[in-house]
């Protein structure tokens, strides 16, 4: 199963290198919150904690290249299945699992480079770790964790929606609103009072509140139990999520197109 998952992996870095813009694109949102919000508004935000807003604000940025992953992998794996890829795979001695590893492995490449266009960008705008050198890449491997997550869900969106201009509509709100309604940008306190649980218990909060107490940044929290058990949060939403993405995509796609 390596050996294939290697070929098509491969396969499928060929393509992602001659569409060089898929990092580009998959950094740019990122890039333009860290700029529109945690630069220019810089002076405006203050911290009930106090701290550099720039800080603070980098963590919601690196967690949004792992939210941007979704889309582009949903599209790849449905065109591969519009374009006729799975008959063809269906003749060949090949485990169906290791196509859909493939799509995953390969776009987590794109992943770690756009976040590592981020982290320059980040650099430059003001970021900087305040721990030691296993602390902060311990940070990055959460982002990093969540990233290939977030690519079995757009997997799973692939093989149930199908259309790709229904996945192209619905996937850039992954984008825009989840670090919205997390403490990407602003401390779940300061929410309305109905948005507030729904912050406090995302997943993606808890991947933030982590990082930043990892590498040192400025932080918030209200005393709950997503607020102070963020590790227990990640394990058991992001646990829960890709095993349900993998079992369901696995099983849709072995009956994809029979």
């Known amino acids: 199963m390596f050996t294939e998952m290697a070929a098509v992996t491969g396969r499928r870095l060929l393509h992602l290198r001659r569409a060089p813009g898929r990092v580009l694109g998959v950094a740019m949102s990122p890039l333009v919150s860290m700029v529109m919000v ?12 106090g701290g550099s807003y720039a800080e603070y604000v980098f963590a919601g940025g690196a967690v949004q290249v792992a939210l941007a992953c979704v889309g582009p992998t949903a599209v790849s794996v449905a065109m ?3 374009g006729g890829l799975v008959d063809r795979f269906r003749s060949m001695p090949i485990s ?6 493939a799509h ?15 982290t320059g960008a980040g650099l430059l705008l003001g970021w900087r770790p305040h721990a030691g050198v296993l602390p902060v890449l311990a940070g990055f491997g959460l982002i990093v964790l969540l990233t290939y997550v977030m690519l079995w869900l757009g997997v799973l969106f692939a093989m149930t929606l199908g259309n790709v201009e229904t996945i192209s509509v619905v996937t850039p709100f992954i984008v825009i609103v989840l ?60 646990g829960v999520l890709f095993t349900l993405c993998f079992t369901v995509s696995l099983r849709r796609y072995r009956t994809a197109g029979s």
């Open 38 to 49: 945690g630069y220019l508004f810089r002076d405006a935000i203050m911290l009930p904690a």
């Open 80 to 82: 591969d299945l519009q």
């Open 96 to 101: 169906r699992s290791a196509v859909l590893f």
């Open 104 to 118: 995953t492995f390969a776009d987590l490449l794109v992943g770690l480079l756009g976040l590592a266009v981020v």
């Open 179 to 238: 670090p919205f309604v997390s403490s990407a940008f602003l401390s779940p306190d300061s929410m309305p009072a109905l948005v507030r649980p729904i912050a406090e218990w995302n997943p993606i909060t808890a991947v933030i509140s982590s990082c930043r107490d990892l590498w040192g940044n400025p932080a918030t929290t209200s005393g709950s139990f997503p607020s102070e058990h963020p590790g227990v949060v990640i394990a058991v939403t992001l």
